[in-house]
């Protein structure tokens, strides 16, 4: 297939992508955090998009992986981070051209952004054919620019444009300015009397001299002397003028649409590796997880959520990293424990990890098995809307309802405290009710609760907990371990610190 694009190995995909919302869960599971944080600084690429809409395909993940992998040798890097910082010099003379207000400075400065654009394609197909390419994706975009600079259309472009910058280079006139008179001829090999001047005046030298040096404007906008002044010289050299203006008409489109958008696309990809590299001084991992679209046994090995450890990195804290996986028929997650224990940020985890991995990302993790679903699902705790006229618990209800209308199988859901408006007895019953549904789908579930009742609903549902310092069960470990959820975690660690469990008290009492 020819190339058309470096992030996805389907080209009718990418028109798709702008015009993209952020999806619903991203609030809730902090991703918007993620995105803004992978983005800064390339705000003119318009990233943001790109991470609004996951991958269908394990093959799509799998070439966007292969890209990822190409780009951490560090030769290929530099070369695309020079082509990137070339084409925004030649789209700053674009933008400069279209702000000037003169004809023939606005034809130099665009023809100075073609000059700039010839330069970085033909840097970038030689420095492509430098690097041990194994990618699909920049293999392809290797010969697509070994065709395009050999294209008839590009070689007369270069051609034209070295041309024409040599003919403007060779202009040279002179200026005869008398009071308020200037009149513009052709330089005919006249003399130059400054040399001339400073030896006259040399003899009257006595010490150091003040200075009297004033600044010129070196803006690019032109006054309507100078304006005039070029006009003149524009008629002294009608022809190269002319070459000028009909080169503007015939290139005004030069840039190559699937250049172009290699261009913001591949950022995509350099954004992401040097959000990586902040979190290696913390000594945070990072991997390219196995992705798969029919198996739902699913694992991580220390992850992290990568909202909260861009906070904690920046202020020196250490990041508690947690281990979870599902075994056939496993499906749901439900994780309860201590309060502040780590419950939420470990539901987010899950989530966050299943989005970067549908994008083709790599995942803040030791190593990660990871599930392709069909759509991520959020159901966390709102602040009542006093302009609603519905109750808290009604508007709960309802945001369920909606959630298991779009939901599959192949769905992933993360719930976090559902029902907590409610009473006990009937917080139990409804979350009962939600579980099963969720159970008889098949779907992945992640449910922070403080139902432990729900952690043995059924073979498919794995019981995690929060786990506190057994020596000083006021601290959390933010720590989430597979364990029965029996209510005593808590109770238990404090009533091991005070030596007031049964043997405790019973070895204290004994005669």
């Known amino acids: 297939m020819p190339f058309r694009s470096i992030l996805f190995d389907e080209p009718k995909i990418s028109t798709a992508v702008d015009g993209q919302e952020a999806p619903e869960c991203f609030a809730d599971l902090n991703l918007d955090q993620i995105v803004a944080s992978i983005t800064a600084g390339r705000e003119e690429y318009n ?15 799998h070439y966007r992986h292969d890209i990822l992998r190409d780009l951490e040798k560090q030769a290929l890097l530099e070369h695309i981070r020079s082509f990137a910082q070339k084409m925004r010099a030649m789209r700053e003379h674009l933008a400069q051209a279209d702000k000037l207000h003169y004809p023939c400075q606005k034809q130099r400065w665009f023809l100075e952004s073609a000059d ?58 002179c200026l ?23 030896r006259t005046f040399e003899k009257f030298k006595q010490g150091a001299a003040k200075e009297h040096r004033f600044g010129f404007d070196s803006g690019p906008d032109m006054n309507h002397v100078e304006a005039a002044v ?55 991992p990072f991997c390219y997880p196995t992705v798969g679209d029919r198996s739902k046994e699913v694992c991580g090995r220390e992850v992290f959520d990568l909202a909260l450890a861009d906070k904690l990195a920046q202020e020196g804290t250490p990041v508690v990293t947690n281990d979870f996986y599902l075994k056939d028929p496993e499906r749901v997650f439900v994780v309860s424990g201590a309060n502040q224990g780590g419950k939420t940020t470990f539901a987010r985890t899950f989530g966050q990890l299943h989005w ?10 030791r190593e990660a098995g990871l599930f392709l679903c069909d759509g991520l699902f959020t159901h966390f705790e709102r602040e009542e809307d006093l302009r609603n006229l519905s109750g808290k618990l009604e508007d709960d209800l309802l945001r369920i309802q909606r959630i298991l209308e779009r939901a599959t199988p192949n769905s992933i859901l993360i719930m976090n405290e559902c029902f907590s408006s409610t009473t006990l007895s009937d917080a139990l019953f409804l979350s009962k009710q939600l579980m099963e549904r969720i159970i008889q789908r098949d779907m992945l579930c992640v449910s922070v609760t403080f139902l432990d009742e729900l952690a043995s609903l059924s073979d498919s549902s794995v019981s995690m907990v929060a786990t506190v310092d057994p020596r000083a069960p ?38």
């Open 474 to 511: 006021a601290l959390r470990t933010f720590k989430i371990i597979r364990q029965p959820a029996d209510g005593l975690a808590y109770a238990t660690a404090i009533a091991e610190r005070y030596r007031l469990t049964y043997e405790s008290v019973k070895e204290r009492i004994a005669p």
């Open 47 to 61: 990233l943001k998009p790109f991470f609004y809409v996951p991958l269908g395909r394990v093959e799509a993940i």
């Open 356 to 365: 970067l991995a549908g994008l083709g990302c790599p995942v803040p993790g």
């Open 116 to 173: 700039v654009y010839c330069n970085a394609v033909g840097c970038l197909a030689h420095d492509l054919t430098l690097v041990d390419l194994r990618s699909r994706g920049f293999l392809a975009l290797g010969e697509y620019l070994t065709r395009y600079t050999k294209s008839p259309a590009f070689a007369s472009l270069v051609a034209e444009t070295q041309k024409l910058k040599a003919d403007l280079s060779g202009v040279r006139y």
């Open 176 to 198: 005869h300015i008398k009071g308020k008179r200037i009149r513009v001829g052709r330089y005919d090999s006249e003399p130059d009397y400054g040399a001339d001047v400073l």
């Open 230 to 284: 070029l006009d003149l010289v524009a008629r002294l050299y009608p022809q190269v003028f002319s070459s000028l203006d009909q080169y503007c008409r015939r290139h005004h489109d030069y840039l190559d649409e699937v250049l172009g958008d290699f261009d913001r696309e591949v950022q995509f990809y350099v954004a992401c590796i040097e959000h990586v590299e902040r979190f290696k001084p913390a000594g945070l």
